[in-house]
């Protein structure tokens, strides 16, 4: 994939479009993935103002602080056909972009904007009333386009290869800490550019599913829970779970386990267009509520991936957002016992014309190591 290809110049004109059909007379995106989303800009977040404005209507336009004019023209932006509105140090770029906006009534702000830039906007535009600019992004943003797909495909392989290094580097004896200073390193070396996250969660810490790591001591016979992931140059995401043991497990932990990867196998085998994702989400839940585990199973199925680790859709029951092509989204019930252990099994999915895809393709059954 090229940044043409993640990034292309059609999208402007398609988030301009849903722009004026949401009532809004411009979207204001700061750094962020919003920002990146609709520009393959991947900006600093400075205090200095960088701003890409589109309005409903009429021309596209970037702020950006003097300093950071060679940055945003050798991005990805540079081909959408944007003036480049450069500010010095003794501007004042709100009042700037107030000016060329002239009276709007409603206006978009990037969802991630910092509250900083949120007010100063207030002051430069008053009596304009503020949104989120993912009430426009959000239609757009969750349809994955072909490229897109492969992106996430690409981080997935590059996950997997990592996953399957895990084994070699679990053992009774090490920490924590320890473990994942190693896979950290490893996920750089697939060709990750940043980490964003790694959980390695033994023992009782398993039963804790946003555990990190602690200078905690693996021991013999125990399960653990890690769940890794982070984002390629390109700017598409990974993440995935899988559940090792360090020696056979206990009984009760064997049992529930399967129990488990039934789960994750039913609400994967629910994906299709059309179908609801709270109706995922209860795919998975039924299963582990047959099996008398229900209240172990404290959070959502799963949530959208692309340009961020967590975006819409979230598969979660309430929400009836029916399934179309494109979206892609994690599957990762679990189950935790506290006190004890838990387990956690998770693949990106993406919901294809006759089904689904998983993206992710190491063993989901246990492996002890």
């Avoid at 081909?79 to 409603?106: C, K, N, S």
Wanted: contains cysteine; aromatic residues 6%; proline residues 7%.
């Amino acid at each position: 994939m090229t940044s043409s290809d993640l990034y292309p110049v059609s999208r402007l004109a398609a988030v301009q479009e849903a722009t004026a059909k949401a009532g809004l007379d411009a979207l204001l995106l700061t750094p962020g993935p919003d920002l990146r989303y609709v520009s393959g800009y991947d900006a600093k977040p400075l205090e200095r103002l960088t701003c890409l404005v589109v309005p409903a209507s009429g021309e596209a336009y970037m702020m950006v602080p003097r300093l950071e004019l060679p940055a945003a023209e050798a991005s990805p932006a540079s081909r959408l056909g944007l003036e480049f509105v450069a500010w010095d140090e003794t501007d004042d770029p709100y009042a700037i972009a107030a000016a060329r906006l002239g009276r709007p009534a409603r206006v978009g702000l990037a969802d991630r904007m910092w509250a900083m830039s949120s007010l100063r906007f207030r002051e430069a535009l008053p009596g304009t009333e503020q949104v989120l600019a993912g009430s426009v992004l959000r239609e757009l943003r969750m349809r994955k386009s072909p490229a897109e797909v492969a992106a996430l495909r690409q981080a997935g392989e590059a996950i997997d290869g990592v996953h399957r290094q895990v084994p070699g580097l679990l053992r009774a004896g090490r920490t924590e800490r320890e473990v994942a200073r190693d896979i950290a390193e490893a996920i750089l070396a697939s060709g990750h550019a940043t980490v964003d996250f790694v959980i390695v969660a033994s023992g009782p810490n398993g039963a804790s599913p946003h555990h990190d790591v602690s200078d905690r001591v693996i021991q013999a016979g125990e399960p653990v829970v890690v769940d890794i992931g982070g984002a390629l140059h390109n700017g598409y995401c990974s993440d995935s779970t899988r559940t090792y043991s360090v020696g056979e497990p206990p009984a009760e932990f064997a049992a529930y386990y399967e129990v488990l990867r039934q789960a994750q196998d039913a609400a994967c085998r629910a994906v299709r267009p059309g179908v609801s994702c709270e109706s995922i989400d209860a795919a998975a839940r039924d299963v582990i509520a047959a099996a008398g585990h229900g209240d172990h199973f404290v959070h959502r199925t799963g949530h959208g991936i692309g340009i961020e680790t967590h975006e819409e859709p979230y598969i979660v029951a309430g929400n009836g957002e029916p399934m179309e092509p494109g979206f892609a989204f994690s599957v990762e019930p679990g189950i935790y016992l506290p006190g004890r252990h838990g387990a956690r099994i998770e693949d990106i999915v993406v919901c294809t014309d006759g089904g689904y895809e998983r993206l992710n393709n190491t063993p989901r059954e246990l492996v002890v190591v």
